[in-house]
């Protein structure tokens, strides 16, 4: 296992004293040329968190570390001009005065003209906006401006780099398209991340590793697989995108589930929390499967060009199916459901309101 390049540990910061923690034990590392995100709503601390790795804020208690220099503890802080970490704000922060290469070249204005002309070129070049220099920011498209920001954060080689919802203004066709250059982008150079997001999608496309925060703790620390599929929590299982909860009894391996006998991932045994992913269900008509699943009726469908989204009601309860495009089911058919794939094991300290049973997408 290679050496991490940033170490957070056990992060705590309040703004006002009589305010409860903005993040509380804040913990996880960075490694070289690694993508990692962080994942939550509004106001759970993940920009908090990326402001005090960047030296805007400091942090009531803990440690930042990079390349096993501290950066941050109770008897140190190094300003955040001196930790060569580089910085991409959520509204770019573009001079509106300077045109393109002017705003690239003032990531480098401590060096000399000829270095900093030669950079600029160079890190414009990556970014694909070498005939757009000598345009002004209102000039641009959002994207362009997105890659200016990135361009002028590169610019002084920075080994980590912090990127604070830098996609989130776009429109979702420009998004997807300019996420995936500043990834390749990233990749290329060997630079490291850390994004900051509320877009599960996002986290789980752009980044190797994520972690995902509720009121400023870290819940879950993982690859986008593994947090995904092997959820640790129902919050966790709930904000990486649609779910169904299910109560349940394990014994031996397997719960009896209104979708019939079902296997169930990992060693539990005991009531139980499940979560199963709309994915994981599969509509069969109700005469062609009998395995213990009761009958339910189609009461919504959503039409999503490479999919469909389904409802369906079983004893009262709503439950998510996804299924591909040539699905030939309608609103009102009866059908039976079968979990098609493993179950994943929500500890019941992670029980969800009954209001959640029918989660929706975030």
């Not at 005065?97 to 890190?123: I, M, P, Q, S």
């Not at 996002?202 to 509720?214: I, N, P, T, Y």
């Not at 649609?242 to 109560?247: H, V």
Request: with cysteine.
């Amino acid at each position: 296992m290679p050496t991490p390049l940033l170490i957070v540990n056990a992060l705590t910061k309040r703004f006002g004293t009589n305010q409860l923690p903005t993040i509380k034990n804040v913990s996880f590392s960075v490694y070289p040329g690694e993508i990692f995100a962080l994942l939550g709503p509004s106001g759970c601390g993940k920009t908090t968190t990326l402001r005090i790795i960047a030296g805007f804020e400091q942090a009531d208690t803990g440690t930042v570390i990079m390349e096993k220099q501290i950066l941050s503890d109770a008897d140190t802080y190094v300003p955040a001009e001196a930790r060569g970490i580089g910085f991409v704000f959520q509204d770019y922060a573009l001079f509106p005065h300077k045109n393109v290469f002017e705003n690239v070249a003032f990531g480098l204005r401590k060096a000399t003209k000829r270095v900093r002309r030669e950079r600029a070129l160079d890190v414009l070049g990556m970014v694909g906006l070498t005939q757009l220099q000598t345009r002004m920011p209102h000039h641009l498209s959002g994207g362009e401006q997105q890659r200016v920001a990135l361009a002028r954060a590169i610019i002084a080689r920075p080994k980590l780099l912090l990127l604070d919802e830098p996609f989130s203004s776009l429109d979702p066709g420009l998004r997807q398209t300019t996420r995936d250059e500043v990834r390749a982008l990233l990749k290329a150079a060997g630079i490291s991340a850390v994004l900051v997001t509320h877009s599960q999608e996002e986290a789980l496309s752009f980044a190797e590793r994520l972690g995902v925060m509720k009121e400023g703790t870290l819940e879950q620390v993982g690859t986008p697989e593994v947090v995904y599929r092997q959820p640790k929590t129902a919050y966790v299982a709930d904000f990486l995108g649609q779910t169904n909860f299910i109560e349940a009894y394990v014994q031996n391996g397997f719960a009896q589930t209104p979708f019939g006998r079902v296997k169930v991932d990992g060693q539990v045994a005991g009531d139980v929390l499940l979560s199963i992913r709309p994915e994981c269900l599969k509509m069969l008509a109700s005469d062609s499967w009998n395995s213990g699943a009761k009958t339910g009726r189609i009461i919504g469908q959503a039409f999503k060009g490479h999919d469909y989204t389904y409802h369906v009601e079983v004893d009262g309860q709503h439950y998510s199916v996804q299924t591909d495009y040539n699905c030939l089911f309608q609103v009102g058919d009866t059908v039976v459901l079968k979990a098609v794939s493993a179950v994943s094991v929500i500890p019941e300290t992670g029980q969800v309101d009954s209001s959640k049973i029918d989660s929706e997408d975030h």
